[in-house]
Nanobody
């Protein structure tokens, strides 16, 4: 089992920044690829970014490429999502998820999920 707890969400004006954190506990963190997903009201959960277990490879949805950065600190069992130049359309509940061994973009293939953290971007 892997337990995931997100933090760092909040209310920010358009153009602002937030950094989300996801703390993991349980099994060996570096064995798991990590993904960030988001879900806006009335919409399906969508892929945002993913990172390999070692942190050497990352992948982003086109909608956030160049604005968001995913990273991880395996010594702290934590994955981060730095979000810059935020837009109102980034408003959603953001979830982190863990999958072994490799990341994918499809949410149903992730076995472990956090409870989510709300990000609201005002115009």
């Amino acid at each position: 089992q892997v337990q995931l707890v997100e933090s760092g969400g909040g209310l920010v004006q358009a153009g602002g920044s937030l950094r989300l954190s996801c703390a993991a506990s349980g099994r060996t963190f570096s064995n798991y690829a990590m993904g960030w997903f988001r879900q806006a009201p009335g919409k399906e959960r969508e892929f945002v970014a993913a990172i390999s277990g070692s942190g050497g490879r990352t992948y982003y949805a086109d909608s956030v490429k160049g604005r968001f950065t995913i990273s991880r600190d395996n010594a702290k069992n934590t994955v981060y999502l730095q979000m810059n130049s935020l837009k109102p359309e980034d408003t959603a509940v953001y979830y982190c998820a863990a999958r072994s061994p490799a990341w994918v973009v499809t949410s149903y293939e992730y076995a472990y999920w956090g409870q989510g953290t709300q990000v609201t971007v005002s115009s």
